[in-house]
């Protein structure tokens, strides 16, 4: 009874069982079992027996670095022979230099080229099902063998009938099933396994995997990709003066969830060179322009190239840089770009009591933290890296110091946060394995200027002064009718003590009828300022000098005034 029990148990938490299974098992195989069996995990399978252990360490037998490259290894060859969704997460993992250790990265990180192809038969079947033609109906020749091979997608070199070369890019078969599928798993395991070991739990995979589901969820659809490829390309494109960098195009007509076909771009990735002199000056001057206009998309349109890995851009024949993969694209609110602007200032000026007033605007936290104690926190992590170069700057160190002081005092931010972090540290990692010298506060500083004297200009304040008006405008209507429903509501209860207000209807109209006057006494106000921010800097002789807007604001004004007069008869 108690084995049926269990067994219904687990099918409602997770479907497969069979992958459940499979993956104890190759974990155990690993080194792993000791956590399995202290997580209570081979008991939750009716009937299930882990393989023979291997030999685990024991952390107190050796280094804190030695401990967590050993995890790291083994967690690699778990994640090797468990197949694609564990690679990419794994891949994702491995950008996490902001808390994970650095010995375990280095682990993961080769995982980067541990992911096997397809048949080109199968590939071939997926093209056909998609763009519902034959593949010699589209192409006039496609190379078998893949150029690429990713976790979720596998790449083709080809040619159109009309000549155009492109690369066809094909999502591997099933997988959304399997990662959904190993997601659900995968977050049974940790939580489990977050409950037997500190050092589990220190790492917050919890967070980090439901994490990794919701940014893959995009990456599956590729029409999702595509949108962020044009998107990209068009924001490039107002602020790239010389067209030097180049983000292909893409044919919508072939282009699905499962399939997206893009212009090829030939060249040689910068994982490929090793010094500035294999380079040569025109690329060196461009990519530190490339870096300019990259902080640029993140500053001002808050929506910028998240993975710029050495791998994903590269130096074409014509000394021009090309981009590739938009799957992982990260995006910011007006907001959010107000905030991290508003950081990037305090910090580049040293300002660190605004830097923690900013941090704790975006943060997560239960409780206001000592602030004076966070202020001096702060300061200690940071300042000794403010207005280094890259090569003296450990971009990875100073991140990590930064989210553990934060931590420290119980503050944790969002994950589009931790995408700033990764763009910025993946930029930092590539300039350092070429040797190029560029100083990254600095070049957030020429935006920075710009941006904040553009966030405090006439036609913000205006615009943030309407929108603010029209926000209490609506919160003064609504209170009244609140307040209304809710003592409504009251009354038809029973309580302990029954309290009964007379004319109960009236009151509630005088006080909705005395803020709504309030309302629009605040938005004449602001009308009348609008109005006088145009005729401040105008000479004016008559009254045909005033500006046709400031008209327009005070005659709204004049009609508010008006209503507001009327109502007070009532």
Known sequence: MDLIKTGRGISKTIKNVTRFREILTVLSRHGFSELIVKSGLDKVIPGFVLPSRVSELKRDDISSEEWWQIFGSQLRMSFEELGPSFIKLGQLLATREDILEPQMIKELKLLQNKVKGIPFEVAKEVIETNLGKKIHEVFSSIDEVAIGTASIGVVYKAQLLNGDKVVVKVRRPGIAKTIETDFQILLFIIQNLEKASSDIRFLGMSKMINDFFKSTHNELNFQIEAQNCERLKKNLMVIDTDGFLVVPNVYREYTTQEVIVLEFLDGRPFNEFHSLEQLGPVVVERLLKSVELFTHTLLADGFFHADLH?????????????????????????????????????????????????????????????????????????????????????????????????????????????????????????????????????????????????????????????????????????????????????????????????????????????????????????????????????????????????????????????????????
């Open 310 to 570: 050495g791998g994903n851009f590269f130096v074409m024949p014509d000394q021009r840089i090309g981009l590739i993969d938009f799957g992982l694209m990260g995006t910011l609110s007006k907001k959010n770009r107000a905030n991290l602007i508003a950081i990037m200032y305090s910090l580049i000026n040293h300002d660190f009591e605004n830097l923690v007033y900013e941090f704790l605007e975006v943060a997560e936290y239960e409780s206001v933290p000592n602030h004076e104690e966070l202020i001096r926190d702060i300061k200690d992590a940071i300042s000794p890296y403010v207005g280094l170069s890259v090569k003296e700057t450990n971009m990875s160190e100073l991140v990590r110091n930064l989210i553990k002081t934060l931590s420290k005092h119980e503050l944790y931010l969002p994950r589009e946060w931790f995408i700033i972090f990764r763009a910025l540290i993946t930029l930092d990692g590539v300039g350092k394995s070429i040797g190029l010298d560029l100083n990254i506060f600095q070049i957030l500083e020429k935006d920075l200027n710009k941006l904040v004297s553009e966030m405090l200009s006439k036609k913000n304040a205006q615009e943030e002064l309407m929108w603010v008006a029209k926000d209490i405008i609506s919160s003064l209507r609504i209170v009244p009718k609140h307040l209304k429903w809710f003592l409504k509501e009251v009354s038809k209860n029973n309580y302990a003590i029954d309290i009964r207000i007379k004319e109960v209807d009236e009151l509630s109209r005088s006080i909705g009828r005395s803020f709504y006057l309030l309302g629009m006494s605040l938005l004449a106000s602001v009308f009348i300022l609008c109005g006088t921010l145009f005729v401040r800097n105008v000479n004016v002789l008559s009254i045909y000098d005033i500006p046709i807007l400031s008209w327009i604001f005070w005659a709204f004004a004049s009609y508010l005034l008006i209503r507001i007069t009327t109502l007070r008869k009532y």
